[in-house]
């Protein structure tokens, strides 16, 4: 593959990790909540979930999902299903205990199972 191709794939792989959505505020509500280490913590973590999904490609899960549509439509029910349960919980803490401290994940299992999990589900 020329390295133009590469160069365009890093610039939009790029734009794609910069973008709003709700990597960057697992990211953000880590950081802001417990401090620069957890919300590093949750970026590495997300990116082990990206990689998951890199090695499961080269594997050939998407002749896996084409070969099995119900299988993807369950993965993509599944992340909507997630991402819908998140905008719940959301608006029912309301805006005063969003970022209080007691709220963050300072456990730092829970926190790498929170962030592979929303890197999985959601196939962004």
């Known amino acids: 593959m020329p390295l ?4 365009s794939l890093a610039a939009i792989c790029a734009m794609g990790a910069m973008s709003p959505g709700p990597s960057l505020a697992l990211v953000l509500r880590h950081t802001l909540g417990g401090g620069r280490f957890n919300g ?6 997300h990116t082990l979930g990206v990689g998951f999904y890199a090695l499961l490609t080269v594997w050939g899960l998407g002749a896996l999902i084409a070969g099995f549509p119900l299988l993807f439509q369950l993965i993509t029910w599944s992340g909507a299903a997630y991402l819908a349960w998140l905008g719940v919980k959301a608006l029912r ?11 963050i994940v300072t456990n ?6 929170r962030a592979c999990w929303l890197r999985l589900v959601t196939l962004s």
Request: aromatic letters at 12%.
């Open 40 to 45: 590093v913590t949750a970026a590495i973590f």
């Open 4 to 7: 133009t191709l590469w160069l």
């Open 93 to 103: 803490a309301g805006r005063a205990g969003a970022f209080q401290p007691d709220a």
């Open 108 to 113: 730092r299992g829970r926190l790498l199972k």
